[in-house]
């Protein structure tokens, strides 16, 4: 399948006469609400299709799917959540950022929901416990937020004398003071003073590196969250632009041109997902299922946006990447 015909697939509306037609002959419908757009979803989403196959179900064939995209627009989430529910789907799909999963679980306590989160899923509140959820959520969570200190330490080790670094956090997403506690703590651990800067629209983010530059830090750390990883072409260019060392949490950030990455492969997270909405469509019931934990981490140095930086990325560093971009 064509990249342009697999965004149309996602895109939303050209699904519903098929979710439809899908319901009238007994397939199971399952519904998506994702804060971000399809376009910057697609290699996540193949992730999740394909754990869905492993549990025997193929889109089309003995599922369908009713996909809703926010396109950053968090306002929309809500209204999106509430047309799912009327279309009487089997399974609701959220990811992105918290505010998709509080908006599905907003507007439902009776359909099952599996969430995608970088956040800790119970100080978060989406369920009661990692193994015994409870209600009718469950899904897998990157623990990216828990990962935010490690991402200090490697920017330590390639820039020893740092003592000022910034974070870019989307003060959209309800699980930015999360954000904030892990990175203060780590920060004091570290000796490191930390900067926030607000980056919730593409203007934002533009105003965050000017404000990060006013404030003399030496590197940006990109806090873990679905609208400024599909912002990552603008930050990546912006770091570049500006002789920013940045590090993110995903590898697709890595690859747009950031210095590195560090944290779990989201494709296998996704792929996991997949899996448990397979399992709900089977009849697992989502209060059964434990929240799924990450496997698989990754360390991605881009060594051709260091030598561009003027840096030396330490070759012990270099020796413990998971991959290095030439």
Same mark, same amino acid.
Request: aromatic fraction near 6%; charged fraction near 20%; proline fraction near 5%.
């Given at each position: 399948?064509?990249?342009?015909?697999?965004?149309?697939?996602?895109?939303?509306?050209?699904?519903?006469?098929?979710? %439809?037609?899908?319901?009238?002959?007994?397939?199971?419908?399952? =519904?998506?609400?994702?804060?971000?757009?399809?376009?910057?979803?697609?290699?996540?989403?193949?992730?999740?299709?394909?754990?869905?196959?492993? %549990?025997?179900?193929?889109?089309?064939?003995?599922?369908?799917?009713?996909?809703?995209?926010?396109?950053?627009?968090?306002?929309?989430?809500?209204?999106?959540?509430?047309?799912?529910?009327?279309?009487?789907?089997?399974?609701?799909?959220?990811?992105?950022?918290?505010?998709?999963?509080?908006?599905?679980?907003? /507007?439902?306590?009776?359909? $099952?929901?599996?969430?995608?989160?970088?956040?800790?899923?119970?100080?978060?509140?989406?369920?009661? /416990?990692?193994?015994?959820?409870?209600?009718?959520?469950?899904?897998?969570?990157?623990?990216?937020?828990?990962?935010?200190?490690?991402?200090?330490?490697?920017?330590?080790?390639?820039?020893?004398?740092?003592?000022?670094?910034?974070?870019?956090?989307?003060?959209?997403?309800?699980?930015?003071?999360?954000?904030?506690?892990?990175?203060?703590?780590? %920060?004091?651990?570290?000796?490191?003073?930390?900067?926030?800067?607000?980056?919730?629209?593409?203007?934002?983010?533009?105003?965050?590196?000017?404000?990060?530059?006013?404030?003399?830090?030496?590197?940006?750390?990109?806090?873990?969250? =679905?609208?400024?990883?599909?912002?990552?072409?603008?930050?990546?260019?912006? %770091?570049?632009?500006?002789?920013? $060392?940045?590090?993110?949490?995903?590898?697709?950030?890595?690859?747009?041109?950031?210095?590195?990455?560090?944290?779990?492969?989201?494709?296998?997270?996704?792929?996991?997902?997949?899996?448990?909405?397979?399992?709900?469509?089977?009849?697992?019931?989502?209060?059964?299922? $434990?929240?799924?934990?990450?496997?698989?981490?990754?360390?991605?140095?881009?060594?051709?946006?260091?030598?561009?930086?003027?840096?030396?990325?330490?070759?012990?560093?270099?020796?413990?990447?998971?991959?290095?971009?030439?």
């Amino acid at each position: 399948m064509r990249r342009r015909d697999f965004i149309t697939l996602l895109g939303g509306a050209p699904a519903w006469p098929l979710a %439809a037609r899908a319901q009238q002959a007994g397939m199971p419908v399952v =519904g998506t609400l994702f804060s971000v757009a399809a376009s910057d979803w697609i290699d996540r989403m193949a992730g999740f299709h394909r754990g869905l196959g492993e %549990a025997g179900f193929v889109e089309g064939r003995s599922v369908a799917f009713d996909y809703r995209w926010a396109e950053g627009r968090s306002d929309r989430l809500p209204a999106m959540a509430a047309d799912l529910i009327g279309r009487k789907v089997a399974v609701i799909v959220a990811a992105g950022s918290g505010a998709a999963v509080q908006a599905a679980m907003a /507007a439902t306590r009776t359909i $099952p929901i599996v969430f995608m989160t970088g956040s800790d899923p119970v100080a978060a509140g989406y369920v009661a /416990a990692l193994n015994r959820p409870g209600g009718n959520v469950t899904g897998v969570t990157f623990l990216s937020v828990e990962l935010e200190p490690k991402q200090l330490e490697l920017l330590r080790e390639v820039i020893p004398a740092a003592t000022k670094i910034a974070v870019l956090v989307n003060p959209n997403n309800p699980t930015a003071s999360q954000i904030d506690i892990q990175g203060a703590q780590a %920060a004091r651990r570290l000796g490191l003073e930390i900067v926030a800067v607000n980056g919730g629209t593409e203007n934002d983010i533009e105003w965050a590196f000017a404000t990060a530059l006013q404030q003399r830090v030496a590197a940006l750390q990109v806090a873990a969250d =679905g609208y400024l990883t599909s912002r990552r072409e603008q930050i990546a260019a912006l %770091a570049l632009r500006h002789r920013l $060392p940045t590090i993110a949490a995903t590898r697709e950030v890595a690859a747009a041109g950031i210095l590195m990455s560090y944290g779990t492969s989201v494709l296998d997270s996704y792929r996991q997902a997949g899996v448990y909405v397979g399992r709900i469509l089977k009849g697992d019931k989502p209060a059964d299922l $434990p929240v799924m934990l990450p496997t698989k981490f990754e360390l991605v140095i881009n060594l051709k946006t260091a030598r561009a930086l003027g840096l030396e990325v330490p070759p012990t560093l270099l020796a413990r990447a998971d991959e290095v971009i030439e």
